[in-house]
């Protein structure tokens, strides 16, 4: 068999390779490696970057060596600025057929779904979406490993297509590359440029404001999130995990049963359909644990739980457990936390 | 307006997942059934469409007979007809079941539903992919992940979170618009709905299956979700306990006085 190009849409946050897609870079190269027996080799990993040369800072080139890509093309097309779903999938589509690639990847976020699907569209092939691992048999299919219920099973599945697409999950386990692009250290990948042909259709569809939302800590982004459930009783139940929450320099997440009662704003929601966190610690009071919750907290370093209840599902997936009711517990801690900051 | 919504029935599953002895599905004698999360509130936000300005809702539903059910719970909220594309209860790959929704909203013609919504991704498969294939099938623009809609005259506009802040797009009817879980609250079904919902006639269509390019094996529960937590203690007693342990994850700094970057106390 021979080397196998493969493509990989690669998306940036603030100047660097965002952690998605480097996972998908993971992927990625994986799919790149030959697996004819007595013959490793690795083909070409092209990351595809939707933008300008001017507006790339040189060090992404560098970060790009260090995650396994052997080139960085960057696409660019008249009228094309900004994010645009179809006319992405179209020059993915055309790279892909200019490159005879046997695969083409991105990380399965907003943009990389959408983008990939429009692709699998486009070309009629299926799209393996959330996959964590991948490798080629030989036989011209490959091997997945994919989530279903956001990561709560994983499918074991079979692709076979004349071009592999697929997105890769984003809490997929960041594969080791050391011993994949040892020599390229401290060096950039080399620069390409691709224009797509686009027709007017392709940009209909394009994003046309993007404001950051004011201040605060996000969610999906914060070091410490105290979590309440059904326990916490009703909306005037918060007060306390919010003054907790602002203590430890945290916000507060929900379950899904607090969104549909009315009790917080659905943006508060953890889980499957809410946002997906990743904290140093996670403190889940009166919560219980539904499959569909912990899709969204599994990533959290460590899982405390406070609950009345010690056969709660979340008590088989959490680190400790204080047995009680939260609305004593957590009182008593807001207490001891300023009790000790007051000493300090 | 006339509003088509494509739901999936999908296992109620709750605080664990239990596989059938063959790794093939998810075990559902003990759960039941229901309506992902991100569609429910697809078909609230096309109920609220035509309470505006008038027009039916239509869903649409492929999956084996038993998916009447959630059609007829989608009729409660206030969706008018049901379409089920029956099959012979094996999973269809997204390639299929776009072609098949295609075919159907084909066949009623190119006028039939300028507004088409689907969840963003189906709660148990999560593809991420028939309503952008649907559209692709039929010659229109597709918006995913929205959690705001607004409709004017030929005109939608829809806004989408990402990456901290919001994107908004403009396109023209018709178009498929996938829909997110927060765009709105779902209402609970009202009595009247009920037995609406009850007496609607379902138009049955039973297309083709087809084998998708993508084939599943078999299906696993990931490893190391089975530990156990260790119990610090009982009620407002274990709090000495509990603050040790955030302690030992150096959690207990005092904020403000380390002034970690970007803690807002």
Redesign the interface.
């Known amino acids: 068999m021979s080397s196998r190009a493969v493509l990989c849409l690669v998306e940036l946050?603030n100047g660097e390779v965002a952690a998605a897609s480097q996972r998908a870079l993971a992927v990625a190269r994986s799919l790149a490696v030959d697996p004819s027996p007595g013959s490793p080799s690795a083909g070409a990993l092209t990351a595809v970057v939707f933008g300008v040369a001017g507006q790339l800072a040189e060090s992404v080139a560098v970060d790009l060596a260090r995650h396994g890509a052997t080139e960085l093309c960057l696409v660019s097309a008249e009228g094309l600025t900004g994010?645009a779903p179809v006319a992405w999938a179209r020059g993915l589509e055309q790279l892909a057929a200019q490159r005879t690639a046997a695969a083409v990847v991105a990380a399965?976020t907003?943009?990389g779904?959408?983008v990939?699907?429009?692709c699998?569209?486009?070309t009629?092939?299926?799209?393996?979406?959330?996959c964590v691992a991948a490798a080629a048999t030989g036989d011209g299919t490959w091997q997945?490993v994919r989530?279903?219920?956001?990561?709560?099973?994983?499918?074991?599945?079979?692709?076979?297509?004349p071009c592999a697409l697929l997105?890769v999950a984003a809490d997929a386990a960041a594969g080791d590359l050391t011993a994949l692009a040892p020599a390229t250290a401290g060096h950039g990948v080399p620069v390409v440029k691709f224009t797509p042909s686009l027709q007017e259709a392709d940009l209909?569809?394009?994003?046309?404001?993007?404001?950051?939302?004011g201040?605060?800590?996000?969610l999906a982004t914060a070091?410490?999130v105290i979590g309440g459930g059904r326990g916490v009783g009703g909306p005037e139940g918060f007060a306390a995990l919010e003054e907790l929450a602002?203590?430890?320099?945290g916000v507060v997440g929900v379950s899904?049963v607090v969104?549909?009662q009315?009790w917080r704003p659905?943006?508060q929601?953890v889980g499957?359909?809410?946002t997906k966190i990743s904290p140093?610690?996670y403190l889940a009071c009166g919560i219980?644990?539904?499959?569909?919750h912990m899709a969204g907290c599994?990533s959290a370093?460590?899982?405390?739980?406070v609950n009345t209840d010690?056969d709660?599902?979340?008590?088989?997936?959490?680190?400790?457990?204080?047995?009680?009711?939260l609305n004593?517990?957590i009182p008593?801690?807001v207490a001891?936390?300023r009790e000790?900051?007051g000493q300090? | 307006m006339d509003v088509l919504v494509c739901v999936k029935r999908v296992p109620m599953?709750?605080?664990?997942?239990v596989?059938t002895a063959d790794g093939q599905e998810?075990d559902t004698r003990m759960s039941g059934f229901t309506v992902s999360?991100?569609e429910e509130c697809a078909v609230e936000e096309a109920v609220q469409i035509t309470e505006r300005s008038g027009g039916t809702v239509t869903v649409l539903t492929l999956g084996p007979p038993e998916a009447a059910e959630q059609l007829r719970d989608m009729l409660a909220l206030g969706a008018h007809r049901g379409i089920l594309l029956e099959t012979d209860g094996r999973e269809w790959?997204?390639?299929a079941t776009?072609a098949a929704i295609a075919a159907a909203v084909g066949e009623l013609g190119p006028g039939a539903f300028p507004l088409i919504m689907a969840g963003n991704?189906a709660?148990?498969?999560?593809?991420?992919?028939v309503g952008?294939?649907v559209?692709?099938?039929l010659g229109r623009?597709?918006?995913?992940?929205i959690k705001r809609l607004e409709v004017a005259g030929d005109v939608l506009r829809a806004w989408?979170e990402?990456?901290?802040?919001?994107?908004?797009?403009?396109?023209?009817l018709p178009a498929v618009v996938g829909v997110?879980?927060?765009i709105n609250?779902?209402r609970y079904p009202s009595l009247p709905g009920r037995l609406r919902a009850k007496r609607a006639e379902i138009t049955v269509l039973r297309p083709a299956w087809q084998a998708?390019?993508?084939?599943?094996?078999?299906?696993?529960?990931?490893a190391g979700?089975?530990?156990?937590?260790?119990?610090?203690?009982?009620?407002?007693e274990?709090?000495?306990e509990?603050?040790r342990?955030?302690g030992e994850?150096?959690?207990?700094a005092?904020?403000g006085?380390t002034g970690?970057d970007?803690?807002?106390?």
């Not at chain 1, 201040?215 to 996000?218: A, D, E, I, K, Q």
């Not at chain 1, 602002?246 to 320099?249: N, R, S, V």
């Not at chain 1, 219980?288 to 569909?292: E, L, M, T, V, W």
Request: proline residues 5%.
């Open positions: 946050d994010y399965a907003d943009h779904s959408e990939l699907a429009h699998g569209a486009l009629g092939l299926p799209v393996a979406a959330n997945l989530q279903r219920w956001a990561g709560s099973l994983l499918e074991e599945a079979v692709l076979e297509a997105t209909r569809v394009r994003a046309t404001e993007s404001a950051e939302q201040g605060g800590l996000s070091r410490v602002g203590l430890l320099g899904r969104t549909s009315g659905h943006r929601q499957q359909t809410g140093e610690l219980s644990g539904a499959i569909q599994q370093r460590h899982i405390v739980v010690p709660a599902p979340i008590m088989s997936r959490a680190d400790y457990a204080v047995i009680g009711d004593e517990v008593a801690l001891a936390i000790t900051a300090g | 599953v709750g605080g664990k997942v596989l998810v999360p991100h790959g997204p390639v776009a991704e709660a148990d498969t999560g593809g991420y992919q952008i294939r559209a692709h099938a623009p597709c918006v995913t992940g989408r990402y990456g901290g802040g919001q994107e908004g797009f403009e396109v023209a997110k879980e927060g609250l779902p998708d390019g993508l084939r599943k094996v078999a299906l696993r529960v990931p979700s089975a530990q156990r937590a260790r119990v610090l203690g009982h009620g407002a274990a709090v000495p509990l603050m342990v955030l994850m150096g959690l207990l005092p904020v006085v970690r970007g803690v807002v106390a």
